[in-house]
């Protein structure tokens, strides 16, 4: 089937038909994501995820609203210092806003690459940003950065002697101890000219609560996983951090007043930026 006709059919006019790609029987990070978000593109399998998730953290929705408020307010600032250009790395499903109408907002001849290793995220959003040239999609796992970097429909379309924004927004979480996180940090930001930034936010064992839910992320997901203060820092070595610093993100640039003591959903979840100068 065309890309164009599985398309059609997977945006409104078959509600039952699902690309072949999409693998219904386990649960997907983006899926459960957007579960959490209270969205609607999720299965049976993921939203199992969600609830027993939020039967051990009750705020697990109101963190990934934070969250998701937090990736706007940096890519809104981003936009605000003249970066034109966004390595939206995990991405997610796109929801009601999205990095690319945030930073189009301001400026309309930004342009936007989403990555994310789940179809289910270009299938969403090919239909979505059919219209917009100065937006792309692709399926690339973060831990193989040359794909990423070599992809045509980034190679081709950033420039990465000029600054960019790159996000890694709640997806460091979803690599283990074991495939050397930090590092593979290390090797995007090496890749980043002067006057980029890196926006990233991490899933915190910031309160004991905490570890209730990422068990239960670890046991039925299979990933998932809370760092502590210092570690989530230690992603931003080498750049110059942007105030306030690597914070809980309700403190983050806060466009309201912040109201303490924070939630549990305020505090799972920490994160800043920095700049590469
Ligand atoms: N960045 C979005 C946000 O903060 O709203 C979405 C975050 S969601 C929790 C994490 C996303 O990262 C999911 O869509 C998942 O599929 C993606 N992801 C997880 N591991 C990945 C990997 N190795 N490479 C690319 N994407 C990955």
Known sequence: MSDDAQELRWTHQDPDYLPPEIDTSKPSIARVYDAFLGGKDNFAVDRAVAIEGMKHFPDGGEGARQNRAMLFRGVKFLAEQGIDQFLDIGSGLPTMDNTHSVAQRINPDAKVVYVDNDPIVLAHARAILKTNENTRVITADMRNPESI?????????????????????????????????????????????????????????????????????????????????????????????????????????????????????????????????
């Open 149 to 277: 970097f070599g992809h045509p429909d980034v190679k081709g379309f950033l420039d990465f002697s000029r600054p960019v924004g790159l996000l890694m927004v709640a997806v460091v979480h979803h690599l283990g101890d074991e495939e050397d996180p930090e590092g593979l940090v290390n090797t995007y930001k090496a890749r980043l000219a002067p006057g980029s930034y890196l926006q990233l936010t991490h899933f915190c064992s910031c309160a004991p609560e905490v570890r209730d839910l990422e068990g239960v992320l670890l046991a039925m997901l299979g990933t998932g996983r809370a760092r502590d203060l210092p570690e989530i820092v230690g992603f931003f070595d080498g750049l110059e951090l942007v105030e306030p610093g690597v914070v809980h993100l309700p403190e983050w640039k806060p466009d309201q007043e912040v109201t303490y003591p924070l939630t549990l959903g305020g505090i799972c979840i920490a994160g800043g930026m920095g700049r590469k100068s």
